[in-house]
């Protein structure tokens, strides 16, 4: 693999695993939050 | 969450997001080629911001444990709990870009140096913190040990800062850089520190509702969740 490609590969894997991970937090909080307002109404 | 909490929530995460993509068009289009290492070289500027956000993650969980053992306040465990999940993932990534890195520079996955050594001490530690929260079950007992753990584990964030500066290792103790790249790499700190405070304060919240949730269903007559305080509980737990 090229350094471009070596390159190309961390970006993906480091911004994917981190916004990845920050999207399965928000998607759980949000069901709580559902839950919160499906108990309040 | 209020709706306005809600809306500055959504504001934030969209602000980050716009934050790294036009960190990743000036790094891609903008930053110049580093003369002796070459495009390889651009891996830095994700690689430094994330492993100083393991620090200040691995100093989060540092912080909340002190305060949970001088108060013993759930929240703070919660909070501990928060700081040292996104200490691993983020020790992670560093592995992982560094890793790619010296497959390119030094023509190897990986070598024993000090610095390395103790970066994956570091991930295993915050890694063995959630084996020892899965086999202790009373949850008071459990936050207690979890605490003076992760106060003994952070001891090896400064032995992961010194290694390279205190020892022989071919990982660089300090990188100088063109005004052109230092300016790139103080844009990447802004994006990766936002990303950074955001899953805390997110798993955070979701540490303490699952808390609740959890209290909850132990306990049918408890007070309801914080988003159904003034109202009556209506059937208990879900």
């Given at each position: ?6 390159t190309?590969l ?9 916004w ?5 937090l ?16 | 969450?209020?709706r ?42 994700l690689?430094l911001?994330?492993a ?28 501990a709990?928060a ?24 023509g ?26 899965g ?15 992760a ?7 400064p ?24 300016r ?12 950074n ?12 509702q ?14 309801p969740?914080?988003a ?11």
């Open positions: 693999m090229s350094d471009l490609g070596y190309i961390a970006y993906v894997v480091g911004l994917g695993l981190t990845g991970y920050g999207l399965l928000v998607i759980r909080c949000m069901k709580f939050d559902n839950r919160g307002e499906g108990a309040e109404s | 969450m209020s306005r909490t809600r809306i500055l929530a959504s504001m934030y995460w969209v602000a980050t997001m716009a934050l790294t993509g036009l960190a990743i068009w000036v790094v891609a289009f903008h930053t110049p080629r580093e003369a002796t290492m070459g495009t390889i070289q651009k891996i830095f500027y690689h911001p994330v100083i956000n393991t620090f200040l993650a691995c100093m989060v969980s540092f912080i909340a444990s002190i305060a949970f053992l001088a108060q013993r306040r759930r929240v703070w465990d919660d909070l709990v700081g040292s999940r996104v200490a691993v993932q983020m020790c992670a990534v560093v592995l992982i870009t560094g890793m790619i890195w010296g497959r390119s520079a030094w190897q996955w990986w070598t024993w140096s000090p610095r390395l050594t103790f970066s994956l001490v570091l991930l295993l530690l915050y890694v063995v913190y959630f084996v020892i929260r086999s202790v079950e009373s949850p008071q007992r459990r936050a207690v040990v979890c605490a003076v753990y106060i003994i584990a952070f001891l090896d964030v032995l992961v800062y010194l290694s390279a500066r205190l020892m022989p290792d071919i990982h660089p103790a300090s990188v100088s850089l063109a005004p052109e790249m230092k790139t790499l103080i844009l990447w700190f802004l994006p990766v520190t936002l990303l405070i955001g899953l805390i304060v997110t798993a955070f919240r979701v540490n303490v699952t808390r609740l949730h959890a209290q909850n269903a132990f306990d049918p007559m408890a007070d969740l914080p159904a305080a003034g109202k009556p509980a209506v059937g208990g737990a879900p």
